[in-house]
């Protein structure tokens, strides 16, 4: 099974083109990367498959970058994108139109 989710990745002390290899060819999001005063950052849209959480693919990114540079600051933002909250108005519509 899996779950669709925007990811949002920010990091000091990672380049825009290191941040954008790893989550790209290595992780297969897709993306932006940019670049706002310190912070590089990684905006995508992508899948977790085969039971893995939010925790556990936050871990993989967090050592891949950090091998690059071991002083690195980096964060992850998980928002799933299947459940979101909403609000409804209206009348209330079922499957057999009444």
Request: avoid cysteine; proline fraction near 6%.
């Given at each position: 099974m899996s779950r669709a989710y925007k990811l949002t990745v920010e990091t000091i002390g990672i380049s825009k083109e290191q941040l954008n290899k790893v989550m790209t060819d290595q992780f297969g999001w897709e993306g932006e990367t940019d670049h706002y005063h310190e912070i590089t950052y990684f905006i995508g849209d992508g899948t977790l498959y085969g039971g893995t959480d939010e925790e556990t693919a936050h871990d993989e990114i967090?050592?891949?970058?950090?091998?690059?540079?071991?002083?690195?600051?980096?964060?992850?933002?998980?928002?799933?994108?299947?459940?979101?909250?909403?609000?409804?108005?209206?009348?209330?519509?079922?499957?057999n139109g009444k």
């Open positions: 967090y050592k891949t970058l950090k091998a690059i540079n071991p002083n690195a600051k980096i964060r992850t933002e998980w928002t799933y994108m299947e459940d979101l909250p909403f609000e409804s108005y209206g009348d209330t519509i079922t499957e």
